[in-house]
C-alpha cells in the first residue's frame, strides 16, 4: 500500500502500529491519535540504514536533519482555538468535525486544514445607507434609494434604512452551505422589511409602529436564514431612519401639520362638547325638577284650599251666623294687618279722649 493509500484510508503513514490502534490482520490500522515519536524515528533510521547498506557515519547529519525537519512537521498538526472560535477540520478540502476551543491536533499540510472563524463577534449589516468609512465619504452616510425606498400598505412611499446585528451559530454550515454571507443577510433582511412595510400603513412606520416591525422582520429573516441552513443568527435588527421620501418631504410635513390641526379641532370641539352638553343637562334636570315641585305644590295648595273650602262650608251650614261672624274677622284681619290703624270713638264719655293712634304707641313701645 502507498504512503497516499494509508493517508486517504486513515492509516498512519509510518506503519501499521499506532497508539490506541489495532491491527484488523492485513497490516492495516485505525488512527485515532498522532503516531508515537519514537516509533516514527526508528522506522525511518531503518529505512535510511537499508538504502545506505548498513553504513550510518558518513550520513548521520543528514539524517539529524531530516529527523529535526520531521519533527516539526508532524508538530505543526497542533492548533489552538480560541474561546470566541470554532475549529472546522478539513481533510483534502472535505469537512471532517467540528473543535471547541482549547488545543487539539490534526494531520499537518497539505492532509488536513483548519479554519477558526469568530463565533461570538456581532457582525453588522447596513441596508438603505451606507456609513461614511464604507461610502468614502468624509463625513455623515450615504443613501442607498434602490435599498431604502420602500411601499407601504396605504400605497404610500417610505425611506427606511436600518442595521441588522448577527452571529455564527454553526461554524460549518456558515462556511460551506452559503457563498456571501454578508450579502445573504443584506437580501434576507431587505425581503423581510419589503414583506413587512407592505403590510403596515406609513403613519404606523413613522410613528408608534417600529419596535414591532423590527421584531417582525427579525424573525422572518431568521426563518429564511434557517431554510438556507446558514448557520447564522440574527441578534437584533435596528431602524436608523424612517421618513417620507426627500423629494415629498415637505409636502408630507404640511398633511402632518393639517392632520395636527385637525386633531387639535377636534379635540378642542369634544371638550367644548363635553363641558356644554353636561351643563345643559344638568339645566335641564333642574328645570324639570322645579316644574315638579311646582306643580306638586300647586295641587297640594289647591287639594288644601279645597279641603279648607268643605270644612268652613259644613261649619257655615251648622252655624251661618257665626261662621259669617268668623269669616268676616278674619278677613278683616288680614286686610288691616299691614295698615297703620287710629281709632276715634265719637260715643266716649267725658273725660275720655276719643283718639287712640295705635301706631304711636306701637312706636313707643318698641322704644321703650
Known amino acids: 500500500m502507498s504512503f497516499k493509500d494509508k493517508i486517504l484510508n486513515n492509516q498512519s503513514p509510518w506503519g501499521s502500529s499506532s497508539p490506541g490502534g489495532s491491527s484488523n490482520g492485513n497490516g492495516s490500522g485505525t488512527r485515532k491519535d498522532p503516531p508515537n515519536l519514537d516509533d516514527v524515528i526508528k522506522n525511518f533510521q531503518k529505512t535510511i540504514n537499508k538504502f545506505s547498506g548498513g553504513k550510518s557515519g558518513g550520513s548521520r547529519p543528514i539524517i539529524i536533519g531530516l529527523l529535526v525537519l520531521l519533527v516539526l512537521y508532524v508538530a505543526s498538526g497542533l492548533y489552538r482555538v480560541l474561546p470566541d472560535e470554532q475549529g472546522v477540520v478539513l481533510r483534502f478540502g472535505k469537512y471532517v468535525h467540528t473543535t471547541q476551543p482549547g488545543l487539539h491536533y490534526h494531520f ?130 435596528q431602524t436608523q431612519q424612517a421618513d417620507p421620501p426627500a423629494q415629498v418631504i415637505d409636502a408630507f410635513r404640511d398633511v402632518q401639520a393639517a392632520r395636527a390641526d385637525r386633531e387639535r379641532s377636534k379635540n378642542e370641539a369634544e371638550a367644548y362638547a363635553n363641558d356644554v352638553i353636561p351643563r345643559a343637562r344638568g339645566e335641564a334636570e333642574q328645570v324639570l325638577q322645579q316644574a315638579e315641585a311646582y306643580k306638586k305644590e300647586v295641587v297640594a295648595k289647591a287639594e288644601g284650599e279645597a279641603s279648607r273650602f268643605l270644612a268652613i262650608y259644613n261649619e257655615y251650614k251648622n252655624a251661618k251666623q257665626v261662621t259669617q261672624e268668623r269669616m268676616y274677622l278674619e278677613t278683616m284681619e288680614k286686610v288691616l294687618a299691614d295698615i297703620d290703624k287710629v281709632i276715634i270713638d265719637k260715643e266716649s264719655g267725658s273725660g275720655v279722649v276719643p283718639y287712640l293712634p295705635l301706631p304711636e304707641l306701637k312706636k313707643s313701645g318698641s322704644t321703650n
Request: charged share 25%; proline share 5%.
Open 108 to 237: 499537518p499540510t497539505p492532509f488536513e486544514r483548519v479554519l477558526t472563524p469568530k463565533v461570538t463577534k456581532v457582525n453588522r449589516v447596513d441596508v438603505g445607507f451606507r456609513p461614511a468609512s464604507d461610502s468614502g465619504r468624509t463625513s455623515g452616510v450615504g443613501n442607498v434609494p434602490e435599498e431604502s425606498l420602500m411601499l407601504t400598505g396605504d400605497e404610500n412611499i417610505v425611506d427606511i434604512n436600518y442595521s441588522v446585528f448577527w452571529v455564527i451559530k454553526d461554524a460549518q454550515k456558515f462556511l460551506f452551505n452559503i457563498q456571501s454571507p454578508v450579502e445573504t443577510v443584506k437580501a434576507t433582511s431587505e425581503t423581510a422589511m419589503r414583506e413587512v412595510i407592505a403590510k403596515n400603513e406609513i403613519q404606523t412606520i413613522l410613528t408608534e409602529g417600529r419596535s414591532n416591525i423590527e421584531v417582525e422582520v427579525q424573525e422572518i429573516t431568521q426563518k429564511i436564514l434557517d431554510e438556507y441552513s446558514s448557520g447564522i443568527q440574527i441578534t437584533q435588527v
